[in-house]
């Protein structure tokens, strides 16, 4: 709780006087009367660590930092509610667990709010995210604004809440970077575990339930995101999730799978072969796709720029394109040309934190920013050969792509997913 309030107080010495406004996520409906799991909104999460629905923070930052107050508003306890729906804090226990100053029921948000921000200079708040928030926080504003000719003035500047709470998000706490390497080793086993049970006319949602069964046997509470489980020619679609086809001896499998733990994800990617043997030409992709990620996660370390690992395994997998026959010219002709693309279409890697494709900002002032330790992201080189006229057919429907979560220390990185099998002789002997 210690790290939350330390977070909260780090907000409020960034604003200058005004009010925060961060809502967490709401309930959302699957169908009728079923929800969707709940998930609570990560910027919220970050101030509070209540994992409640129906919750909102707003913090008056007074100039001079311990006139600042933190204020919860949430659920009622409700002895018929929690009968049904189970435990809720209520705002007498929530503030005394989640160390607040004060803490009332959200039923009192919209008298209250317009309260708090009278006379208040400037409101921080996430406009544009969630249109239902949006029209309430105008109409606290509006209510305010009618209240001029007692006086009375509403915030003259909306400020994004975000471009503070983003700069400090993209620096990750060691306990964060701990929770990220236990969802990092949690997902690395449900990897494992996909090599040693896949076989041939297998299908590949048998292999995605065994990655949830580690995933929740090891207390991850949900996948970050949809798995990718793509065999042969799916692996070509980047977003694949149907995860229906059944498995062919000697197609290969790729698997984009990790689980979200306390909050924070892990992203990992391997590429093997469904009958647990490359062919030749799966076995040079493989190392071609495998030596740029290595070049890439050498140019991970402090004072490298976000986009030296991309450039990094851009020059590694365009010379294996040459050396191929499937790009022509040089290495640096064909980066200019972005011939490439045909066979690399995205990115090296994002942030990866509380989001899967985490919060913060990749260039500053126009330039790429530079990396700095506590910083967290994967790196993620591919190559996808979809069937075409001037691409041999040996190499038709080979998709591959390898992804590590990296963590930036003082001296260069840290492998958070180092035990997910990598190699193809590390993946061969354990598919044995
Ligand atoms: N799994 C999402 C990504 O790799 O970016
Ligand atoms: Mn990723
Ligand atoms: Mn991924």
Same mark, same amino acid.
């Given at each position: 709780?210690?790290?939350?309030?330390?977070?909260?107080?780090?907000?409020?010495?960034?604003?200058?006087?005004?009010?925060?406004?961060?809502?967490?996520?709401?309930?959302?409906?699957?169908?009728?009367?079923?929800?969707?799991?709940?998930?609570?909104?990560?910027?919220?999460?970050?101030?509070?660590?209540?994992?409640?629905?129906?919750?909102?923070?707003?913090?008056?930052?007074?100039?001079?930092?311990?006139?600042?107050?933190?204020?919860?508003?949430?659920?009622?306890?409700?002895?018929?509610?929690?009968?049904?729906?189970?435990?809720?804090?209520?705002?007498?226990?929530?503030?005394?667990?989640?160390?607040?100053?004060?803490?009332?029921?959200?039923?009192?948000?919209?008298?209250?709010?317009?309260?708090?921000?009278?006379?208040?200079?400037?409101?921080?708040?996430?406009?544009?995210?969630?249109?239902?928030?949006?029209?309430?926080?105008?109409?606290?504003?509006?209510?305010?604004?009618?209240?001029?000719?007692?006086?009375?003035?509403?915030?003259?500047?909306?400020?994004?809440?975000?471009?503070?709470?983003?700069?400090?998000?993209?620096?990750?706490?060691?306990?964060?970077?701990?929770?990220?390497?236990?969802?990092?080793?949690?997902?690395?086993?449900?990897? $494992?575990?996909?090599?040693?049970?896949? $076989?041939?006319?297998?299908?590949?949602?048998?292999?995605?339930?065994?990655?949830?069964?580690?995933?929740?046997? $090891?207390?991850?509470?949900?996948?970050?995101?949809?798995?990718?489980?793509?065999?042969?020619?799916?692996?070509?679609?980047?977003?694949?999730?149907?995860?229906?086809?059944?498995?062919?001896?000697?197609?290969?499998?790729?698997?984009?799978?990790?689980?979200?733990?306390?909050?924070?994800?892990?992203?990992?990617? $391997?590429?093997?072969?469904?009958?647990?043997?490359?062919?030749?030409?799966?076995?040079?992709?493989?190392?071609?796709?495998?030596?740029?990620?290595?070049?890439?996660?050498?140019?991970?370390?402090?004072?490298?720029?976000?986009?030296?690992?991309?450039?990094?395994?851009?020059?590694?997998?365009?010379?294996?394109?040459?050396?191929?026959?499937?790009?022509?010219?040089?290495?640096?002709?064909?980066?200019?040309?972005?011939?490439?693309?045909?066979?690399?279409?995205?990115?090296?890697?994002?942030?990866?934190?509380?989001?899967?494709?985490?919060?913060?900002?990749?260039?500053?002032?126009?330039?790429?920013?530079?990396?700095?330790?506590?910083?967290?992201?994967?790196?993620?080189?591919?190559?996808?050969?979809?069937?075409?006229?001037?691409?041999?057919?040996?190499?038709?429907?080979?998709?591959?792509?390898?992804?590590?979560?990296?963590?930036?220390?003082?001296?260069?990185?840290?492998?958070?997913?180092?035990?997910?099998?990598?190699?193809?002789?590390?993946?061969?002997?354990?598919?044995?």
């Amino acid at each position: 709780m210690e790290s939350y309030r330390t977070r909260r107080q780090h907000l409020t010495s960034k604003m200058q006087s005004g009010v925060a406004i961060i809502p967490t996520a709401p309930e959302r409906i699957r169908n009728r009367d079923a929800h969707y799991p709940y998930r609570f909104d990560s910027y919220f999460y970050y101030l509070t660590g209540f994992r409640e629905p129906e919750a909102v923070f707003v913090t008056v930052a007074e100039t001079g930092q311990s006139e600042s107050k933190h204020i919860l508003f949430c659920r009622d306890k409700d002895e018929t509610r929690e009968i049904w729906d189970g435990f809720r804090y209520g705002p007498e226990v929530a503030k005394e667990t989640f160390c607040f100053d004060e803490a009332y029921s959200i039923s009192r948000l919209d008298e209250m709010i317009p309260e708090i921000l009278a006379n208040q200079p400037t409101l921080y708040y996430a406009l544009g995210q969630d249109a239902a928030w949006d029209i309430r926080v105008t109409g606290w504003i509006n209510q305010v604004k009618e209240a001029v000719r007692k006086g009375v003035s509403a915030p003259a500047k909306i400020y994004d809440s975000c471009s503070i709470l983003d700069e400090m998000r993209i620096i990750k706490s060691a306990e964060e970077i701990d929770v990220m390497k236990n969802a990092a080793v949690i997902s690395t086993e449900a990897h $494992r575990r996909a090599m040693q049970l896949t $076989r041939p006319d297998k299908h590949e949602y048998e292999i995605e339930a065994e990655l949830f069964c580690i995933f929740r046997q $090891r207390g991850a509470q949900a996948p970050a995101y949809t798995p990718i489980v793509a065999g042969g020619a799916n692996a070509c679609i980047l977003h694949y999730i149907e995860n229906n086809a059944k498995l062919k001896d000697g197609d290969l499998l790729l698997i984009d799978a990790g689980c979200e733990l306390d909050g924070y994800a892990a992203d990992i990617t $391997r590429t093997f072969p469904v009958n647990g043997k490359f062919s030749p030409v799966q076995k040079d992709v493989y190392e071609l796709v495998l030596s740029a990620q290595v070049a890439a996660i050498a140019a991970v370390r402090p004072g490298n720029t976000w986009d030296d690992p991309h450039q990094a395994a851009l020059k590694v997998l365009v010379q294996g394109l040459i050396d191929f026959g499937l790009c022509q010219g040089s290495v640096d002709a064909v980066i200019e040309s972005e011939d490439y693309k045909r066979f690399y279409m995205h990115r090296t890697g994002h942030w990866l934190g509380l989001d899967v494709h985490d919060a913060g900002d990749y260039k500053l002032n126009g330039s790429w920013r530079l990396l700095q330790p506590g910083m967290t992201l994967t790196v993620e080189p591919g190559c996808y050969i979809r069937p075409s006229e001037n691409v041999p057919p040996h190499f038709w429907n080979i998709g591959i792509r390898i992804e590590d979560d990296v963590a930036v220390t003082e001296t260069g990185h840290d492998i958070l997913t180092i035990t997910a099998p990598k190699s193809v002789a590390e993946i061969e002997e354990l598919m044995q």
